[in-house]
């Protein structure tokens, strides 16, 4: 069965640097678009960054443009969220999400598989 490993979150003052990473097996993940969602406590998981198989890339939060880059290693089906310039807002609990998909995707009800999630706190 298809499983998503995140991990890499922790607690990081305002201003530093996290990379979170998920791992992925059970599926063809370099025919897989990725996404990384979070949910803050009391609000709505949202799309901070989603990647094709074939590398396009999207950012929907203004919030985390410029500070936040998604990679991935399709030879280690692995991608990876680069979190820089952290802010106390950006405190949540962070899931990697996939679909077997070439069109990048940008609502939680469009993938199929999630992680468990890996919490992130920024400290002010």
């Known amino acids: 069965q298809v499983q998503l490993v995140e991990s890499g979150g922790g607690l990081v003052q305002a201003g530093g640097s996290l990379r979170l990473s998920c791992a992925a097996s059970?599926?063809?993940?370099?025919?897989?678009?990725m996404g990384w969602f979070r949910q803050a406590q009391g609000k709505e998981r949202e799309l901070v960054a989603a990647?094709?198989?074939?590398?396009?890339?999207?950012y929907p939060v203004a919030s985390v443009k410029g500070r936040f880059t998604i990679s991935r290693d399709n030879a280690k089906n692995t991608v990876y969220l680069q979190m820089n310039s952290l802010k106390p807002e950006d405190t949540a609990v962070y899931y990697c999400?996939?679909?077997?998909?070439?069109?990048?995707?940008?609502?939680?009800?469009?993938?199929?598989?999630w992680g468990q999630g890996t919490q992130v706190t920024v400290s002010s």
């Open positions: 059970g599926l063809t993940f370099s025919r897989s678009t």
């Open positions: 999400a996939a679909k077997a998909t070439s069109t990048v995707l940008t609502t939680k009800r469009d993938y199929d598989y």
């Open positions: 990647t094709s198989w074939y590398g396009t890339s999207t």
